[in-house]
């Protein structure tokens, strides 16, 4: 049975009083890179943006075993272990873990006697002080306390890489500064965020979709209308998607795939009947919350285009070559955007946006206080038809 969240609170605080008197807080080993520790607590989108670090590190280290850390409640792990960088991934859900599970995680961590540690900016570290105090070299991201929701060791870390945020800088960049604050960056580094897609994966979306009645000749657009239930403020909006997907069949004959996870699934039929014939939703099978990442990717590397809000569907769209068109509002849209063609992000860059960065807000004008969002609102379906046109 899971503490109480007073008692969790007080027994981490414990930790980081406890191990503060341990820690060398100015010794700094350089990094061997023989067992490396990453915190991969990333959503689908930032662990994207990681790839370019995580394939540099092991370039730098061919012999190194990398272990990453992740939760299962995110793909995230899934496209950092497609890179072929990854040794072994281990689970742990920190938010719910009592201490004992914490105790014994952290135990099972020591065992391998990590010579690295790569902490991002959202990794827990006051879940894993024993493992941390154990590593020689704890690269790591400092927030400002000031700017960040919740209270965060950065003494621990003893290379640093401090985020501003608002500050116009690419999540690849921010995760280079890490290699860069411990001194192992090289030349190199390359921006490489693409994933590979195997042939089963192609051929089982191309069989489905036939059996949806979508031949190898039709063009078909991926639409990504939907956003986790937390981040509604990202949606560009249902009543536009489907005017877009009407417009596509009308100019193109284009087939419509709205795709999505299965606790979004009455949405995404919705939406379809909305735009009307030859659009389809695209639902994960029966039982799982999420497509595992795999046939997901077979999915995207069919269509012609995806159009969808700031996500991790872009984001992977992306990473296997396809087309997009993205709608970015309020989000950091400096961090996320497209680095090369064909890529089409769309984004007003109005004085007030955006207003979210690496988890901050702005605090004199943001989601939480705008009264109009026209950073979103403002963008027509006639704009990004305009942009879809570009690309077909």
Known sequence: MNLSR???LTLILAEIAASRLKTPFFKKDKPRGERILVFGYFGLGDAIMFLPTLRALKEQFPNSRITVVASRKS???EALE???CVTETLFFEFKEASAAERYAFNSELLKRNFDTAICIHVTPLQYFLPVLLKIPARIGHVVPWHTWWQPRPNWILNFRSVLKGFDKTHEIDRYRALLKAADIDNNSFKNDISLPVSEQ???EAREMLLNLGIA????VVGIHASVGYVQSWKSWGREKFVELGKLLKEKHNAKILILGAENESQFLKELAAEIGENAFAVIPPSGKSRWTLEPTLGVLKRCNIVIGND???GHIAIAVGVPT???FGMTDFWGYKALESPHIDIWKNLPCSPCVSIGMINPNYNLHTCGHRNCIKTITVAEVFK?????A
């Open 82 to 84: 497609m890179s072929g």
């Open 311 to 313: 996500s991790g569907v």
């Open 325 to 327: 068109v993205r709608i």
């Open 6 to 8: 007073p008692i969790n």
């Open 201 to 203: 994966s192609i051929a």
């Open 387 to 391: 942009e879809v046109e570009k690309l």
């Open 216 to 219: 190898d000749a039709d063009f």
């Open 75 to 77: 793909t995230a792990w």
